[in-house]
């Protein structure tokens, strides 16, 4: 007897399935890891508040410190997934860990442990945390380029936010260093005459200094290059010219 159409086209759609995972579009994929993650950071905020508010016994200090952690988490993950403005320069600096598979696992076993702490809503929200961990994990091990093209992209952009970031400092020092030169006798401040205006025209004095200190605090910037600790996610700093590494940005 011949075999039917269905298990074919069954076996067709799992296989388009299973290339949608491992060769999906960036856009695709992120989609379906910003769905389990924020889904996650929910309910792993609404196990913190549940806890929070039935909070009794001999325990209540343990339980009201693991539920505040295990909300701070929940939002950070949520925040993370959604790339806020206000947080994205925290997280560019902070956050590297999350496109590395060792760093993303510690992650959510640290806030899926602490969940469990929680009572039985937390056991079993801890539970679904390592499940979507899992999950986590095989969407990177089947897009490894998609994750690598995610950290580099990341690093591309907190290189630039520290040039910018230097660039304004650089200005700014340049600004107080010429006014104090300006007005040796006052400590720094700057003074008026006693019409009331500055006599070196704020506006006017700005702009003339302000470009050249720029330019030299973008270029003294580019020749340092921002790397990511492998095992801790640290960002360090490391010169193009002489080699030199350090810990500290040295725009600063």
């Not at 890891?33 to 549940?50: D, H, R, S, T």
Request: charged content about 15%; proline content about 4%.
């Amino acid at each position: 007897m011949a075999s039917s159409a269905p298990p074919a086209n069954n076996a067709a759609g799992n296989t388009n399935c299973c290339s949608c995972l491992v060769n999906g579009d960036p856009t695709t994929i992120t989609l379906i890891l910003k769905i389990g993650n924020v889904a996650n950071a929910i309910l792993l905020c609404f196990a913190g508040v549940w806890a929070l508010l039935g909070a009794t016994g001999t325990d209540i200090v343990l339980t009201v410190l693991a539920a505040f952690y295990v909300i701070i988490f929940s939002l950070i993950l949520f925040c993370w997934e959604f790339k806020f403005e206000c947080c994205n320069v925290f997280f560019l600096k902070n956050m590297g860990f999350m496109f590395n598979m060792s760093g993303r696992i510690a992650f959510f076993v640290f806030v899926g442990t602490l969940a469990f702490g929680l009572g039985l809503a937390g056991l079993i929200i801890g539970i679904v945390t390592f499940v979507n961990m899992c999950w986590n994990i095989f969407i990177m091990c089947m897009n490894p380029g998609y994750f690598k093209a995610q950290s580099d992209k990341a690093h591309s952009e907190l290189r630039q936010t520290v040039a910018s970031e230097a660039a304004k400092f650089g200005a700014r020092q340049a600004v107080r260093a010429m006014t104090e030169n300006k007005n040796p006798g006052n400590d720094g401040a700057q003074s008026n005459p006693p019409g009331g205006q500055n006599k070196f025209g704020d506006e006017e004095f700005k702009m003339d200094i302000q470009p050249q200190h720029v330019n030299q605090a973008a270029k003294i910037a580019s020749q340092w290059e921002m790397r990511t600790d492998e095992h801790s996610g640290t960002p360090y700093w490391v010169n193009n010219l002489t080699g030199e590494q350090s810990w500290d940005n040295p725009a600063n």
